[in-house]
């Protein structure tokens, strides 16, 4: 669940709630892709990410990530996520208050061109 418009590459208008355990609601307003930067400078794509622009942090589904091929690790106080080719996406330690907060970066598609104007080059 991402609060910022600006990570989405590809974001669909859509309507809906999200519970959480408290039974408080709060209004989804679009799902899409984000893509973000690993610690390794690779990019990892997420898709099927909500949209709620109501949200004071985003939020990391780990259900979700399971449901897409992740590997979930748990030990030591300590979280290990891992994709589906084994490459390690995020280690955290948890906190005092019981939470593993990752800092996420945003990965920036780019697109770059030159034109060549010296035959030399060619």
């Given at each position: 669940?991402?609060?910022?418009?600006?990570?989405?590459?590809?974001?669909?208008?859509?309507?809906?709630?999200?519970?959480?355990?408290?039974?408080?609601?709060?209004?989804?307003?679009?799902?899409?892709?984000?893509?973000?930067?690993?610690?390794?400078?690779?990019?990892?794509?997420?898709?099927?990410?909500?949209?709620?622009?109501?949200?004071?942090?985003?939020?990391?589904?780990?259900?979700?990530?399971?449901?897409?091929?992740?590997?979930?690790?748990?030990?030591?106080?300590?979280?290990?996520?891992?994709?589906?080719?084994?490459?390690?996406?995020?280690?955290?330690?948890?906190t005092r208050n019981r939470m593993?907060?990752?800092?996420?970066?945003?990965?920036?598609?780019?697109?770059?061109?030159?034109?060549?104007?010296?035959?030399?080059?060619?």
């Amino acid at each position: 669940m991402c609060r910022d418009k600006n990570m989405f590459l590809k974001l669909e208008a859509m309507e809906s709630q999200i519970y959480f355990g408290d039974s408080s609601k709060i209004m989804v307003k679009g799902k899409g892709k984000i893509l973000i930067l690993l610690k390794d400078g690779t990019h990892q794509f997420i898709s099927e990410v909500y949209y709620i622009p109501y949200m004071k942090s985003n939020i990391l589904s780990l259900g979700q990530l399971l449901e897409k091929g992740f590997d979930i690790h748990m030990k030591d106080k300590k979280l290990t996520i891992k994709n589906n080719s084994n490459e390690l996406i995020a280690q955290v330690e948890m906190t005092r208050n019981r939470m593993f907060i990752l800092n996420i970066k945003n990965g920036v598609m780019k697109c770059l061109k030159t034109c060549v104007k010296d035959q030399l080059w060619l």
